[in-house]
């Protein structure tokens, strides 16, 4: 057991929250019970994620995606009264990081995505939110466009949307988790002959093929599945808490 207050400043500093630029709140969201046994992980806040914890009788709920999202409505109404009532009413933290999250050295998206991929780290780079968003390397053996596909369907469990945009060999790969389709040009400046995020827009086809960039869309929540889990384990490790991760199955 440990207090609340001791386990949220580990990762407070563990992930560096003040140096990112965020959408939300990282840290402590809602304020729960003092005392700390047990910590359930996920990758959404969403209900079914809460009525997991309070079923499991969690003193904390550890997310990468929480509340309270920048242009968001602010009245607590409907869902967000639901989910806020759930929490509240049984006396349980939420705690959710975002953006320090993806980019954390190992324990972050980015860095576990490139561990389940297989591909050598050559570097980070930065971007206005924050550094180490988005990260470049190579992979293990000499890849084309649908052989890349192929890797992160059997790591992810899940078929990639794939745009060939790169038409021969793939000798570097950039990445970044989620929601960073936007991200591409900066992966192609940097010399990537592909890139691996989680969504794709409407316009994300047309700057590949024009850019000459494979782009693979390989689903936000299979993404970013991972970082939370290793949060959940170091913390368990660290202060000898125990940990649960429920995957909340999400097919986008």
């Not at 929601?179 to 994300?204: K, N």
């Not at 494979?214 to 125990?242: C, K, P, S």
């Amino acid at each position: 057991m440990i207090s609340r207050q001791i386990l949220l400043e580990a990762v407070d500093t563990e992930l560096d929250i003040d140096a990112f630029k965020d959408y939300t709140v990282n840290g402590l969201q809602v304020e729960g019970r003092d005392r700390i046994e047990r910590v359930l992980t996920g990758v959404t806040a969403c209900q079914a994620l809460l009525d997991e914890a309070v079923a499991w009788n969690a003193d904390a709920v550890l997310v990468h995606h929480g509340y309270f999202w920048k242009n968001e409505p602010v009245s607590v109404t409907g869902m967000k009264h639901r989910r806020l009532a759930t929490l509240l009413s049984n006396d349980i933290n939420l705690l959710a990081y975002h953006l320090p999250l993806d980019a954390h050295v190992s324990m972050g998206n980015n860095a576990c995505l490139g561990q389940r991929l297989g591909f050598e780290v050559e570097r980070c780079l930065d971007g206005e939110l924050g550094r180490g968003l988005l990260w470049m390397g190579v992979p293990q053996v000499e890849l084309d466009s649908g052989a890349l596909a192929g890797l992160v369907e059997r790591a992810l469990g899940r078929t990639p949307t794939l745009i060939e945009g790169c038409s021969g060999v793939i000798r570097r790969v950039a990445w970044c988790t989620g929601g960073a389709q936007d991200m591409l040009p900066m992966a192609a400046e940097a010399g990537a002959d592909a890139f691996i995020s989680g969504e794709i827009s409407e316009r994300t086809t047309h700057m590949a093929r024009e850019m000459g960039v494979t782009y693979l869309a390989a689903g936000h929540h299979a993404t970013e599945r991972d970082g939370i889990q290793a949060l959940g384990n170091w913390l368990a490790e660290r202060f000898g808490i125990e940990h649960r991760f429920v995957d909340i199955g999400n097919p986008a």
